[in-house]
């Protein structure tokens, strides 16, 4: 999948409006999800994570919600600001198999309007 | 902490060339992870070590890439002979060990190769 670039699918959004941005992940068998910011020029910084077994999370303006029947993940930011703009990457991995790799979704882009 | 440091932050060199990025992991981190991220295949899982060890090296594209990791502060991946498609940005990342834990991104190199 794409990240970076001109192919990811774009969320605009208004300052202060809620944000929703949604990933399919792959693998039914993962038990493990995190969502990452990757910022312009920076690296991916971690946001927030939830294990198979809860299907919501929160943390400080962002909840994490988890649907396995679906295998479906979404990021809500509350109160969005500008500088939540970003690409935003979920990621999985299969705790199981011992395997310490994550699996990074395409990413999702980011725009707050002031 | 100072987080994850890697160098160069940016290089360009002329294919042929052989190329050396560094990593200096989070201390007290167990594992070390090298990914690449471009436009066209996204964040992608290079290689892995755990305690200086290689675990899965199943992402290294081709025989001209190797990475190494002498000890617990530093790893290298390096890119010999440099094609112009090995262009991308290379992030290093490490985790502590345990059941889930989170992996922290350094800066990242943008490599280009001419």
């Known amino acids: 999948g794409e990240s970076v670039g001109l192919h990811l699918p774009t969320l605009s959004v208004q300052e202060g409006d809620n944000s929703i941005i949604n990933c399919a992940y792959s693998?039914?068998?993962?038990?493990?999800f995190i969502w990452y910011k990757q910022e312009s020029g920076k690296g991916p910084q971690f946001i927030i994570d939830i294990r198979s077994n809860m299907d919501k999370r929160q943390g400080q303006r962002v909840t994490v919600l988890l649907n396995k029947t679906v295998k479906h993940l979404s990021l809500q930011i509350a109160a969005t600001q500008p500088g939540d703009s970003a690409v935003y990457f979920c990621?999985?991995?299969?705790?199981?198999?011992?395997?310490?790799?994550?699996?990074f979704g395409s990413g999702t882009r980011l725009q707050v309007q002031p | 902490d100072a987080g994850v440091i890697q160098s160069p932050r940016h290089e360009v060199t002329e294919m042929g060339q052989e190329v050396t990025l560094r990593c200096k992991p989070i201390?007290?981190?167990?594992?070390l992870f090298w990914y690449r991220q471009t436009m066209m295949r996204g964040l992608e899982l290079l290689i892995y070590f755990n305690n200086n060890v290689p675990i899965d090296d199943s992402g290294m594209p081709e025989d001209r890439f190797s990475a190494k990791m002498p000890n617990a502060s530093f790893s290298t991946l390096k890119i010999q002979p440099s094609e112009p498609r090995d262009s991308a940005v290379y992030f290093c990342?490490?985790?502590?060990?345990?059941?889930?834990?989170?992996?922290?991104f350094g800066p990242g190199t943008r490599l280009t190769v001419l």
């Open positions: 990342a490490s985790s502590r060990s345990g059941a889930a834990d989170t992996q922290y």
């Open positions: 990621a999985e991995i299969l705790m199981d198999t011992g395997r310490r790799a994550l699996t």
């Open positions: 201390s007290g981190h167990d594992y």
């Open positions: 693998n039914s068998a993962s038990d493990y």
